[in-house]
Every structure is written in structure tokens, then in C-alpha cells.
């Protein structure tokens, strides 16, 4: 086989190219043209791809295989002056898949420059982290190898995450000391802690694995025909990866212990449903954020309005006297 090179612009942009949704036709394409021609790449039962590159690396680099897209497919990809990429022709339905071709990207350059670590290529993320919740069930002895888990799939320009659904699953420690050499990297980084995340792979392993965060890489309104990619940052990404010591790292959270010290206050929706209803209403942002992260699409989520709305009508109904 062919390695297939991704290095420059070019190759994200064909990256991008791709609508893969999960377990599509082209998301397998793409996995074997991508991927499978990566020498030393190896595959799982589930299909998530592997590569290790030193000895016995403690560090895991994560993202995704698949995209948000009701058809899979070629998609027309453009990039403007200003270094953004977008869709030349976007409709609902489709996205452009920096989430998470941009974290691909970076992690097939830094294995064809020969960075330290072990590279995890996750299939079914946006179907709700499918691939790496398999590999928790199926294989935690991989897992229990790494002291970090690090993923290539957060919007913005600067966000370590300290929090997903699981609640704490990075120390304030660790994100200081990846923000900290992040910046150094780069004189136009501003990377720190940030509690905020939702829902990515290195959730899953947050049980197992100390320190488990998701690093920004410059997309913006992903799962839609809006999302764009900000390409100067993802390229000033790579170069500062690969420049990176991952030694320097600081690890200090226990995963035997589960916190959550950012959701307290919100013990007491968790109750019933009008509990859940009184807080989706007075944090409407949130909850879309956590649907958005969940893979749920608008026309998912109206369409199962709808037929709740449908359902209670029906119910109604069939109390009224005849």
C-alpha cells in the first residue's frame, strides 16, 4: 500500500473533502486510504486504528474518524484570504468535518514526523464516543499504560478542558502545565484551563486514565453548514506539536477518585423531568451545547419534538368521551 500524504494545506483540505458519517461507505474509504496506509498502523476489533511510536509511551493522542453529515460523500472544501476554511457550498445536512479532520490532521503529521506517543484513531464519536467506550468495556489494560489522554477536538482557539460528562477529568495542574508549553511554543497562544468541555472520547478513559483532556484546534460552529476551520491556527498547532516534550507534563489527578466540582449547583435538577425542563429553560445555551456535543443534530432533535407533541395529542384523545 501507498502512504497516503496529508502535509500542508492540501492534504487537510482533502481531509475535509470527506463527509464520512459513521459506518458509511466513506468513512471505511477513508479509514483505508488514510489510515490502514500509515506503516505500523493496526486496527481493533471495533475498528478504531493504533500506532505507537517510541518506547512504551505514556502519552495517548486522541481523535475521531467519523463526521456529522446526513450523506456521505466528496464535498467541496474552499479557504479564503484570511487562512479559513469552509464549505464552498454548504446545505443543511452537511458540515465541513474540521471536527475532527483537523485533530486527524495533526496527528498523522506528527506520525509522519516521528513524535513520541500512542495514536488512537476513534470511529463512532459523534454516534456518542461508540469506539472509545468499546475499548473502556473490551480492552482497559490498554488503557492503564497511559498517564495522559490528550484529544485534537475542541472548537475555539484556546481551551485545555478540565471537565467533561464524566465531571473532572484533567487536573488544574496538568492543563496548567499543557497550557504553559503550548504558549511558550507559540508568542500567539493563549491555551488554558477551561472547565466547560461536554463530551469527547478521553471521557470515556477519564476511570482509568489520570489525566484525560481536549485541546482546541480552531473550528468554530461545528455539525453544521456554517462550521469553519481556521486554518493559520491549526497549522501553528502542528508546529508547536511538533516541537512538544511531552515529559515536561505534570500528572496529578487519581482516577479512582470521580468529582465534579463545577455542577453542584445542579443536583437538584436531577429529580424529574420538570426538574430537567426548569433547567433546560433557564440554561437554554447549555443544554443546546450538550446535545450539539452528544451528535444531535436540529432536525434530530424537532423531529423528536414533534413527535412527543404527536404522542401527547393522541394521549389527550383517547381520554375524551366518545
Not at 272 to 300: H, K, N
Request: charged share 25%; hydrophobic share 40%; with cysteine.
Amino acid at each position: 500500500m501507498t502512504y497516503c500524504s496529508v502535509a500542508g494545506r492540501a492534504g487537510l483540505l482533502e481531509i475535509l473533502s470527506w463527509a464520512r458519517p459513521h459506518d458509511s461507505a466513506a468513512e471505511r474509504a477513508f479509514a483505508r486510504e488514510f489510515l490502514d496506509t500509515v506503516p505500523g498502523m493496526t486496527a481493533d476489533v471495533f475498528g478504531n486504528r493504533m500506532l505507537a511510536i517510541g518506547d512504551a509511551p505514556r502519552v495517548m493522542w486522541s481523535c475521531h474518524i467519523d463526521t456529522v453529515a446526513r450523506r456521505d460523500g466528496y464535498q467541496q472544501v474552499c479557504i479564503d484570504a484570511a487562512g479559513v476554511a469552509a464549505l464552498s457550498d454548504g446545505k443543511p445536512g452537511m458540515s465541513l468535518g474540521a471536527d475532527d479532520g483537523a485533530g486527524i490532521w495533526i496527528m498523522l503529521n506528527m506520525i509522519a514526523a516521528g513524535c513520541p506517543g500512542f495514536y488512537l484513531f476513534h470511529r463512532g464519536e459523534e454516534r456518542g464516543c461508540l469506539g472509545s467506550r468499546w475499548i473502556e468495556q473490551n480492552n482497559p489494560a490498554l488503557l492503564k499504560r497511559f498517564d495522559a489522554a490528550i484529544a485534537f477536538d475542541r472548537a475555539d482557539f484556546d481551551d485545555v478542558i478540565t471537565h467533561q460528562s464524566y465531571g473532572r477529568t484533567s487536573s488544574d495542574a496538568f492543563a496548567k502545565s499543557l497550557a504553559a508549553a503550548l504558549n511558550n511554543l507559540d508568542p500567539d497562544f493563549r491555551y488554558e484551563p477551561d472547565d466547560t468541555g461536554i463530551y469527547t472520547d478521553t471521557n470515556e478513559y477519564a476511570g482509568i486514565i489520570p489525566e484525560c483532556s481536549n485541546l482546541s484546534v480552531g473550528y468554530h460552529g461545528q455539525h453544521g453548514p456554517l462550521e469553519t476551520l481556521d486554518v493559520r491556527h491549526c497549522e501553528k498547532l502542528l508546529a508547536a506539536m511538533l516541537r512538544f516534550d511531552a515529559s515536561r507534563l505534570t500528572i496529578a489527578r487519581d482516577p479512582s477518585v470521580q468529582e465534579d466540582d463545577r455542577w453542584d449547583w445542579f443536583e437538584g435538577y436531577r429529580g424529574s423531568r420538570d426538574d430537567f425542563v426548569e433547567a433546560v429553560a433557564e440554561y437554554p445555551r447549555l443544554a443546546a451545547q450538550i446535545l450539539q456535543e452528544c451528535g444531535i443534530t436540529a432536525d434530530e432533535f424537532r423531529r423528536a419534538a414533534w413527535e412527543e407533541e404527536m404522542n401527547d395529542r393522541a394521549a389527550y384523545r383517547s381520554l375524551m368521551p366518545l
